[in-house]
Each structure stands twice: as C-alpha cells, then as structure tokens.
C-alpha cells in the first residue's frame, strides 16, 4: 500500500486538531452563558483541550520521528536540546526580564537550517526536556510544546525564501530570520494565553464565557491581552529579535558547517567473503 | 526510589487530583484538597534526598491566590455586596467593587495553586529515569533523544562555566550582548563536535542498523483515523450539543488511539533492567483513589453533588458541604500516609 499521501494527512489532521484545540473558545456555539451548565463546562474544557493537544502531538511525533530519524540525527538532537534545555534551566535560576526566553534563538535557526521535521523535535523537545529537568511538567505542557514545535517547523518555510532572493549567507537573511523570531516572540504568548484564558473564565469584560459568541469572545480576548501580556510579549519578541540579530550569523555558519558534516551518507558494500557466503 | 510508590500509582493520583480540582469550585472542598497536596508535599520533601523545591510553595501559592484576587476585584465589577466604589469614568478601575468578585478571584488562584502544587508533587516524587521510561515503546528514537539530552544538560552546564572561566582569564568582560558570543559559539561548536563523536559511537555499536520489522502504514492509518474520531467527537460534544456522545465518541478515538501507538510499540523490542512492583501501599492509594471517583461521580442517593457546581455570583453564600464528598476527598493525601507509614 502506498504511503505517500499518508503523511502530508498526518500533517494536516494534527495540526488542525492542534489550532482547533487552541481556539476552541471562539468556536463555542452561543446561548448556554451563565447557566450551570456553562459553569461546569468552563472547569472541563480546559481538562478536554489538554487531551486533544496532547493526542494530536503525540501522533504528530510519531509521525516525524519515523521520517527524520537516524543516527546522526539522533545525536545531534540529542546535543542541541541538550545545549537549548541548559539556557532554559539558567534562565529559571537567573530570570530573565518580562517574557524574555533564550530558548527561541536555537529552534528557530535550527528549523531554518536542518528542516521543518528537526526543527519541530528541536521545538517539542526542548520543552520537554526542560520541564522534566525543572519540574515544570503540567497540563500546561503540551501547548507549550505543540507552539515551540510550530516555531521551529515554521522557519524552514523560509528557506527556499531566503535562498530564491539569493540572501544567503547576507545581512538581509538575518534581519529577515530576527523579524520572524519577534514575530514567534508575540504569537507564542497569543497562543499560550489561549490555554489559561477559559481557565480563569468570569465575568468580567476580560475574561471567557461559555457560549458568548465568536465577536464577543475575540474582543474579551483582545481586551485581556491587551492588559495582561502585550508588555511581557514585547520583552519576548525584542529578547528574540536581539539574540537572532547578535548571535545569528556566526551560529548559521556553524550549523550549515556541521550540517554537511552530519549529511554524510555510509553505505556499506559486502566484502567478497560475505559475498560468497551469501551466494553459497 | 525514595518515595517507594509504583510510577503508575503516583500518575494515578495525578489524574485524580486534576479530575477532583477541575470538577469543584466550592472553596470548602478546593482547601480540603490544597491541605492534602501540602501534607504530600512536606513528606515527600522529608523522603527525598534531592533538597528542597528550589522557591517556597506556600509563598508562592499565597502570592498567586493574592494577585488573582486582587486582579479579578479590579477588573470585575459584577456581584451585589459592594464595598467600595470608584467613579464610572475611570476607565477598566472605575464602578463598584465587589466582595463577590474578591472571592471568585480567590477561587481561581486556589485551582492554580492546586494544579501547581500536584504536579509539583508529582515532579518531586518521580526520579528523572522514572519519567524518561514512561515513554511509550513506539517512540523510541524520541527516548533516545531525550536520554541524550538529559544525560548532556550537566556537561553542558559545565561545559559553559569553564568557557566562562577561561575567557575570563583572557580579559573578557560581560558589557553587552555581543560579549557573550565567546561564550556561546564554543558551547554549541564543542556541543556539535560530541554529537558526532556520539554518533559515531552509536553506529560502530550497531545502533538502529537492524531492519524494522514490516511496514508502519498500518499504524499510521489507524492513527489519523482515531485522530479524526476524536474530532468529530469534539464537534459533536460542542458544536451539535450532544455531550454524552461527543464525549463517548472522544473517549473511544483516544484509546483507539492508544491501542495503534501499543500496536506500533509491539514491533520495538525492549530490555527491563528494572522492574517496578505493586505494594501494599500502592493498594491504599488506588483504593482512596477510587473510593474519590464514587463520591464524584457514581450517583449515590445520600451524596448532594450539587455542592460542587457552587457559584459566588450573584449574591455571596456559603459554601454547602457534603461530608461524604469531604471525606472522600481527603483520600488524596493517603501518599503521605503510605510515605510516613515506611519511613517509621
């Protein structure tokens, strides 16, 4: 049976049920506000958006792991989440200003380098890994590794961007690779306040409300981000920007550097006693 | 092991604990569990050999049920019991403040601690290679990978502190953000130069070099179509408002879903070197556990389940209480019992 379609689905259905999960406020039909059982729903919904990242991760890995992986690969994962986990765990003991996360900063060059199927391990793993390390592991966990996953997937789709205009290895690939960090920088606490928004649903102007409507949803959602994380994510998006337009180009040269040094490909020919042991 | 409790009992009473906060937010039952989390806590603390948490969880705890009160009173300005009241053109601050709108804020920082403190329990009894081996058989290159990587974080660390020291000795200062690249171009250069000279290791050592056993389209179509079960049970339970069925038809695409990645995990051999056991305290936990999921949720004449859908709006009351739900619920603090009882 032929396999190829099966995976560009994979793809599609996960992510789908991902950006479904995480939106899953603004879909909610309307008319059940303020009675109980819009109350009980309020408590069980962040609980059912958790499992349904969580599942659609789970086969989303399944599904990249089987295509990306061998030796070589393994190992330098292994490394690079290794080196992303260390800043992660120095930023925990040594907190860094408003949202500002060094994390950010390897995935998306890693992702733009290595591809979109290493750069969702680096992103999922990365975060895995350091809550492990930190005891960060929570309900909270599979947004987070589902959105880092995204950073990293999404900058390979600047790749043929960047190398169609001829700016590889110039000044323009790293402004342009620092405007695309900001940008993750914004949309990752957009995307994260998503899973605690219902979760401390009320009935303020600010907060979720079973069953409001999709307008009145996305302007309460406006209006609490609006107060609560636009600053925090400004601070994240700048922390990006600055690290990726600093650090940017003398980490590209290394990666593409060890990239063809990891590309090789060892293909071993039988010696001619194996040969004729075979043939024998 | 030190808190001597199977990695299943304590994901178990993970379960329980997120179930029995997310179900209730009637402040008496929400402290009942909070003292149960603390009292697991501290005798976790005492059992471990790790040290203590890092930052203080009660501090914290406070600090969060604070700004999540005082925050909801700001912003929130619904409830009958008005205390104080700013002038309506103040913008965001202005109109009344209501004691309904303190407590409900209190209530959420409360279910925040709670799922903090749980999963804080849960991070502090289980050792590393615990939660590594809880990685399902059919994600093994993802296991290696994060073995790997957790195995690398302390080099790494190290490795960091040295370059640090070392560039230190040849005059280099910390003034802006550019200084640091001395620091972090070594890092990431030694960190790549291990990873082939890992790679290599693996290879010459007959990593992955054996065949898989059959195809895996099986598997993966199985999987999409319980992905799209589990959609569809989403949509049903949301959008067309048939809830017992939409959550029938979830239930049923997610262990579908478990059963492929089993399925999957089948063709990966896989060697033990050690072996968990049930004990006796396991027993008692599960037994608390599952005398919880009756009180919550088998319909008992004598239990008034109806105290857990409490609501502060729109006049504040107090709380009902169901002894056989109070009592039920203290089972979750049966881990501390079992700890204290081996510790002795």
Known sequence: ?280 | MSTQLHTWTWLTWLAATLVAISVTRNLFYLTLILLCLLVVYSFIEDANQRGAYPFSLLRFGILVSVLSMLFNMLISHFGETVFLTLPEEWPLIGGPYTLEALVYGLTNGLVLFGILIAFTDFNQAMPVRMLIRLIPRAFFPVAVVISIAVTFVPTTIRQFYQIKEAQMLRGQRMKSLRDWLPLVMPLLVGGLERALQLSEAMTARGFASAAPKGGNTAHRLAMVVSMLWVMAGWVVSTRAGWETLGLGLILAGALALLAALWWAGRQVPRTNYLKEKLRTGDAIVLMGIVVIGLALYFPFEWIDRSSLYYSVYPLLQWPDFDPWIGTALLGLGLPAYVIGLRKR
């Not at chain 1, 961007?161 to 590889?168: S, T």
Request: glycine share 12%; net charge positive.
């Open chain 1, 1 to 280: 049976m032929k396999s190829r379609w099966l995976s560009p689905l994979i793809y599609l259905v996960c992510s789908l049920v991902g950006i479904v999960s995480l939106l899953y406020p603004f879909f909610l039909p309307q008319g059940t506000t303020g009675a109980q059982p819009g109350l009980q729903r309020s408590a069980d919904m962040p609980l059912m958006l958790t499992v349904l990242l969580g599942l659609a991760l789970l086969v989303l890995v399944y599904e990249v792991q089987g295509q990306a992986m061998n030796t070589k690969l393994i190992a330098l994962l292994g490394v690079l989440v290794a080196i992303n986990a260390a800043l992660r765990f120095l930023e925990v003991a040594i907190p860094g200003p408003g949202g500002f996360s060094p994390v950010f900063f390897l995935i998306v060059l890693t992702g733009y380098v290595y591809g979109a199927r290493f750069g969702f391990l680096m992103g999922v793993l990365t975060l895995l890994v350091s809550a492990i390390l930190t005891g960060g592991v929570g309900p909270w966990l599979p947004s987070q590794m589902f959105t880092a996953g995204w950073v990293g997937m999404s900058a390979a789709i600047l790749r043929p961007l960047l190398l169609g205009l001829h700016l590889k290895g110039q000044g323009e690939e790293i402004w342009i690779l620092a405007g695309f960090g900001a940008f993750w920088g914004m949309m990752y606490g957009v995307i994260m306040n998503l899973w605690t928004w219902p979760f401390i649903a009320g009935p303020a102007d600010q907060y979720w409300e079973y069953g409001v409507g999709i307008w009145e949803t996305v302007q309460r959602y406006a209006s609490y981000y609006l107060l609560t994380s636009l600053v925090w994510d400004i601070v994240r998006a700048s922390g990006n920007f600055l690290l990726i337009l600093g650090f940017g180009m003398p980490t590209l040269r290394t990666l593409r550097r060890f990239k063809q040094r990891f590309t090789f490909i060892y293909k071993p020919t039988p010696s001619p006693v194996a040969q004729s042991n075979l043939s024998g």
